[in-house]
């Protein structure tokens, strides 16, 4: 049981460049998300969903996209990268009901020049 | 609009002093109300939870928080820290009428000097 697996680790971009981060989970999850964590900001919700083909947009969307097409994954898409991206991603996954507990992902560091 | 304030940023203890962090929300309704840890280079890790029933709740590591809901507040404690108790503490809010959004604080950097 892996839990909430993200790649890559680490990624440089340059602005303008686009990609996709992975965020996989194997506890059979329904509601994932993807927040965004900047000094002195905390972490803040870009995207999430509720389920396969249902996602939503949280506080940071602009600049992001995301599809759910099955249980496991939940990619994050940065569409043009911009140095204002730069910053720790983080994937976080719970069940849709019960304990309410977010169990997240070790991370991605990206940084945009 | 739902809020989370996390009033110390910075906290720099020497082992065995007593901790309290503080965590004030802002929301009319019922609330779920969490403590995570991210331990450097790691990622988050609940620390503890409270959704109803007795207001003082009991974590993992030695760690404890207090509901007080006339405050608004979830403030967290630990009567005796330690060096490996060096994180980043993050206090967290859920709607408890269904909605799936949480609201995280700022954060607040312990550094326990050995």
């Known amino acids: 049981n892996a839990g909430v697996t993200q790649t890559p680790k680490f990624q440089v971009l340059k602005t303008g460049q686009s990609m996709t981060l992975q965020c996989a989970q194997d506890m059979n999850h329904e509601y994932m998300s993807w927040y965004r964590q900047d000094p002195g900001m905390g972490l803040r919700l870009i995207h999430y969903s509720v389920g396969a083909g249902i996602t939503d947009q949280g506080e940071v969307p602009n600049g992001y996209n995301v599809s759910r097409s099955t249980t496991e994954d939940f990619p994050l898409r940065l569409l043009s990268a911009a140095p204002s991206q730069t910053s720790v991603y983080f994937c976080?996954?719970?069940?849709?009901?019960?304990?309410?507990?977010?169990?997240f992902g070790p991370g991605t560091r990206l940084t945009v020049t | 609009a739902q809020s989370v304030s996390q009033h110390n940023h910075h906290v720099i203890l020497s082992e065995a002093a007593s901790l309290e962090l503080g965590c004030n929300y802002s929301y009319g309704g019922t609330v779920n109300l969490f403590w995570y840890v991210q331990y450097p280079g790691q990622h988050l890790q609940l620390l503890l939870k409270y959704f109803s029933g007795d207001p003082l709740v009991k974590g993992i590591k030695g760690f404890e928080a207090e509901f007080i809901k006339s405050k608004f507040s979830f403030n967290l404690r630990k009567p005796s820290v330690q060096w490996s108790d060096t994180a980043e503490y993050f206090c967290a809010v859920n709607a408890a009428s269904g909605t799936y959004k949480y609201i995280f604080g700022t954060g607040t950097r312990l550094k326990v000097l050995a």
């Open positions: 976080a996954s719970r069940v849709a009901s019960g304990t309410y507990e977010q169990y």
